[in-house]
């Protein structure tokens, strides 16, 4: 009887520490996120006297939530990269120029949190 549980127990417990590759992905749930992250409150906090009008924008991709800056103003004109950042602040993806378009594409429920503008 023991080696039953023994071996139960064993089999639970490694079923319940097994990784699945969506552990990592979040979606976050939050009236403002500007206010309740105080990580996206700094990004916000460093935008200031913007040439260019730039925005903090919250997305879901790739099944999870994140955030990301980018240049909105359609009267300016250059080079960008997107870094997309979870819920916690860490950096999930970053998008190189040649790359925007494809993730245009993918990106869902686009919003946008804040605009810089001069």
């Known amino acids: 009887m023991k080696l039953i549980f023994t071996l139960l127990f064993a089999f639970l417990l490694l079923v319940g520490c097994s990784k699945d590759s969506n552990d990592n992905k979040q979606i976050c749930n939050l009236a403002d996120p500007l206010y309740e992250l105080a990580w996206l409150k700094e990004i916000k906090n460093s935008l200031t006297n913007c040439s260019c009008q730039i925005s903090i924008l919250q997305a879901t991709y790739d099944g999870q939530t994140v955030f990301?800056?980018?240049?909105?103003?359609?009267?300016?004109?250059?080079?960008?990269?997107?870094?997309?950042?979870?819920?916690?602040?860490?950096?999930?993806?970053?998008?190189?120029?040649?790359?925007?378009?494809?993730?245009?594409?993918?990106?869902?429920?686009?919003?946008?949190?804040?605009?810089?503008?001069?």
């Open 68 to 118: 990301y800056t980018a240049m909105t103003d359609p009267l300016c004109d250059g080079f960008q990269t997107y870094t997309l950042y979870n819920c916690d602040g860490k950096v999930v993806e970053v998008i190189l120029s040649d790359k925007i378009q494809a993730f245009q594409t993918k990106v869902t429920d686009v919003k946008n949190l804040y605009r810089c503008k001069n």
